[in-house]
């Protein structure tokens, strides 16, 4: 259980894999992406400004053998699920 996983609805889920353990990345209506551990634990990914508006959307990718999560609203951008902006 997250509490107060976002500021406003969360409107995204996304089940992965990270380091051999299951990894929820969540999104919301605040433009936020964030990942946690099932144990309620933040996870690596957490990006509070995302985007402008509302993520509408998650998808993940392989590139370059490393997991890469994109996500739109009105602009569509990518982070590594270590943490890192891909662009």
């Known amino acids: 259980r997250v509490e107060q ?3 406003r609805s969360v409107s995204q889920l996304l089940l992965v894999e ?3 353990e299951p990894l929820l990345v969540s999104a919301g209506d605040d433009g936020a992406v964030r990942s946690w551990f099932l144990d309620g ?3 690596p990914l957490r990006v509070d400004r995302a985007h402008r508006n509302g993520v509408n959307q998650l998808l993940l990718v392989e590139w ?3 997991p890469l999560l994109v996500s739109s609203s009105s602009t569509i951008r990518s982070w590594w699920l270590s ?5």
């Open 83 to 87: 943490g890192a902006g891909a662009g």
């Open 18 to 20: 990270w380091d051999a």
């Open 41 to 43: 634990k933040s996870g």
């Open 64 to 66: 370059d053998d490393e």
């Open 5 to 7: 996983a976002h500021s």
